[in-house]
C-alpha cells in the first residue's frame, strides 16, 4: 500500500534525523575523551561540548516542550550547555567549557542516545511547529558539525606535534589556474533574500527584498594560495596603506604575517589542516583570513570586496549543493578551481568574505521566545559571509545563507573572491 503524504514526510524528516545525527558521529569517532574536552581558545567549543549542546537543543526545544511526559536525560545539563540562550536561564561561562571533564565522552553519547530513541519515537506524534523544530535543530547542529571540526583543527594547531585527525591522500600534480577573468554581475533593482518558499531558512536570510547595484564585476573564481603569496613577497603585510586602521592595529599587535596555520621554511610556505602539516598548494583557495586581510589583499589587487548583494545575485543561478562540500567524515580540504571562465567555486571550498555588514534585512522580525535569540541579536560588528566551505556540509549552504563573523575571526575556512566596480 502506498504511503501517505504525512508518512512520507514523516520518513523523510527520520531519515534526515538519523543522517545528520550519524554525521557528527562519525566525525567525532577518532577522538579521545582528552581530545573532545580541551577548548583552545574563547572562541572555540569542546568537542564533548558540541555534542551535548546540539542535543540539548532538541530535548529542550522538541522533547522538554512539545512531548507529553519527557523528562530531561539529566536536568543539570540545562546549565551546561545552553549556549546563549537567556530566555533559558543561568549557564556556564563560555571561556570555561573546556574545565567540564566531567560528564565524560562516553556520557555526553549515552545523552546522545537517549534523546535520539525519545524524539525518533515522538516524531509520528508532533505537530508541524514542533517538526519545524526539529527541522532547526538539524540545520543547527550541522553548523556544528563544521564548527567541531574548526574548533579541532585549532586545538591540534597548537599540539607541538601537529597531529593529523585525518589521513591525508596523495596529492596529484594540479596546475595552477589561469588569470582572474570578471564576470559581469546585474545592475539595477534586484531581488534577494529569502523568500519563504524553500525548504528551510534562518530568520535572519529574509525577508526577501529588493536591492540597488551599481555596474560592477566578480572574479569568477576564489583568490589562490599562490596569489597570496605573491601579496606576501611584495611586502602586503608590512604596507599601511592596504589596511583598514583597525587591521593595521591588528597586524601590528598580534604580529600577523600569513594566514592562520601558515609556516614558511627553505623548502616554501607549509599549512597545517586536520591531515596534518602539508605544503602549501598554490593553486587551491587561501582560506583561514581574517576580514581584514582579505580587505587588504582587496586594496593591494586594486580591487574590493563584494557586497552581499552582489554575490548573492550572482549565485542565483547556481546549484548550492554543487562544489567541494563535506559528505562524511574526512579531512575538508580546499581544492583547485577547474578551468574555465564562468563564475565557479561559489558554493563549497571557502566561505567568501563580503564587505556588507551583518544588519538585519528590510522588515526583518526576530521570532518570539527563546528560539528568536538564534541571530537577530548578534547583528552588531559583525561581517557576512557567503557560500560555505569545505567542511560546510552539503545540502546546508543556499545562495540567501547569511554566516557572520568578526572582522578579525579566521580559525574558519575563510577566504575571498574579488569585486570591482565598473
Not at 602586503?236 to 604580529?255: F, I, K, N, P
Request: charged fraction near 20%.
Amino acid at each position: 500500500m502506498a504511503k501517505s503524504w504525512t508518512e512520507a514526510h514523516q520518513d523523510d524528516l527520520e531519515e534526515r534525523y538519523r543522517a545528520v545525527r550519524a554525521l557528527t558521529e562519525a566525525l567525532t569517532a577518532p577522538l579521545s575523551d582528552a581530545d573532545a574536552t580541551v577548548q583552545s581558545m574563547p572562541d572555540a567549543s569542546p568537542a564533548k561540548w558540541h555534542l551535548a549542546h546540539v542535543t540539548w537543543f532538541l530535548e529542550t526545544f522538541v522533547l522538554r516542550d512539545h512531548v507529553a511526559g519527557y523528562r530531561p536525560f539529566d536536568p543539570r545539563y540545562a546549565f551546561l550547555f545552553n549556549s546563549y540562550y537567556e530566555a533559558e536561564g543561568a549557564r556556564h561561562a563560555r571561556q570555561m567549557r573546556g574545565m567540564l571533564t566531567r560528564p565524560s565522552l562516553t556520557e555526553i553519547r549515552a545523552y546522545r542516545a537517549h534523546v535520539d530513541a525519545a524524539l525518533t519515537g515522538a516524531l509520528g506524534m508532533l505537530q508541524q511547529p514542533a517538526r519545524a523544530l526539529v527541522t532547526l535543530g538539524l540545520q543547527h547542529e550541522q553548523q556544528h558539525q563544521e564548527l567541531l571540526l574548526t574548533d579541532l583543527l585549532h586545538l591540534l594547531s597548537l599540539n607541538p606535534l601537529e597531529p593529523a585527525l585525518f589521513g591525508a591522500p596523495s596529492a596529484a600534480p594540479v596546475d595552477l589556474p589561469g588569470p582572474l577573468h570578471w564576470i559581469e554581475g546585474r545592475e539595477g533593482l534586484v531581488e534577494i533574500g529569502e523568500d519563504g518558499r524553500g525548504s528551510f531558512a534562518f530568520d535572519c536570510e529574509g525577508p526577501r527584498h529588493k536591492a540597488v547595484l551599481r555596474p560592477h564585476a566578480l572574479a569568477h573564481r576564489p583568490v589562490t594560495n599562490g596569489e597570496w603569496i605573491a601579496f606576501i613577497e611584495d611586502g602586503g603585510y608590512r604596507t599601511a596603506a592596504h589596511w583598514l586602521s583597525d587591521g593595521w592595529g591588528w597586524v601590528q599587535g598580534e604580529g600577523i604575517e600569513a594566514p592562520l596555520y601558515w609556516k614558511q621554511s627553505e623548502q616554501g610556505w607549509t599549512r597545517f589542516g586536520l591531515d596534518g602539516r602539508q605544503p602549501v598548494n598554490p593553486a587551491a583557495p587561501v582560506t583561514h583570513i581574517s576580514l581584514y586581510e582579505a580587505d587588504a589583499y582587496a586594496s593591494w589587487a586594486e580591487a574590493r570586496l563584494p557586497t552581499e548583494a552582489e554575490w548573492e545575485s550572482a549565485a542565483q543561478n547556481v546549484a548550492a549543493v554543487s562544489g567541494n562540500q563535506l559528505d562524511g567524515p574526512a579531512c575538508p580540504r580546499p581544492k583547485p578551481a577547474e578551468d574555465g571562465s564562468a563564475l565557479t567555486q561559489m558554493f563549497g571550498d571557502v566561505w567568501e568574505w563580503t564587505g556588507s555588514a551583518y544588519r538585519p534585512h528590510p522588515g526583518f522580525r526576530a521570532a518570539p521566545g527563546a528560539v528568536g535569540e538564534y541571530n537577530g541579536k548578534f547583528m552588531s560588528g559583525q561581517f557576512v559571509l557567503k557560500g560555505g566551505s569545505c567542511a560546510t556540509p552539503r545540502g546546508h549552504a543556499r545562495g540567501s545563507y547569511r554566516n557572520f563573523f568578526y572582522p578579525h575571526q579566521r580559525w574558519q575556512f575563510t577566504g575571498l573572491r574579488l569585486a570591482k566596480d565598473l
